[in-house]
Nanobody
Framework: QVQLVESGGGLVQAGGSLRLSCAAS????????MGWFRQAPGKERAFVAA????????YYVDSVKGRFTISRDDAKNTAYLQMNSLKPEDTAVYYC????????????????????WGQGTQVTVSS
């Protein structure tokens, strides 16, 4: 079972940047596509970005395209979400997740597509 731990959240002013990290406990991390989701108060958990197991394909929700970048470092068993030009509407708890399938080049954009989740990290963007 893969254990995931997010870090890097915090309070930032609009226009600022943060880099979230997601550290995995297993070397099998490299076999999983990874995703980032976020959940704002009173809202459902929503897809933000995903990266295929190979790292060759990335996917983003339209609202973050051009501002956020997902990446992975399999040598460190870690996935990242670089967030630039942050907006107040980006405020949420951010979760990383591992795809339920090995070797996926097309990870899903729904929470049910992922089996393993971190505990979340709070990102707050002030105006």
């Amino acid at each position: 079972q893969v254990q995931l731990v997010e870090s890097g959240g915090g309070l930032v002013q609009a226009g600022g940047s943060l880099r979230l990290s997601c550290a995995a406990s297993e070397r099998t991390f490299s076999r999983y596509a990874m995703g980032w989701f976020r959940q704002a108060p009173g809202k459902e958990r929503a897809f933000v970005a995903a990266i295929s197991w190979s790292g060759k394909r990335t996917y983003y929700v339209d609202s973050v395209k051009g501002r956020f970048t997902i990446s992975r470092d399999d040598a460190k068993n870690t996935a990242y979400l670089q967030m630039n030009s942050l907006k107040p509407e980006d405020t949420a708890v951010y979760y990383c997740a591992a795809d339920r399938r090995f070797y996926s080049e097309r990870p899903g954009n729904k929470p049910d597509d992922y089996d393993y989740w971190g505990q979340g990290t709070q990102v707050t963007v002030s105006s």
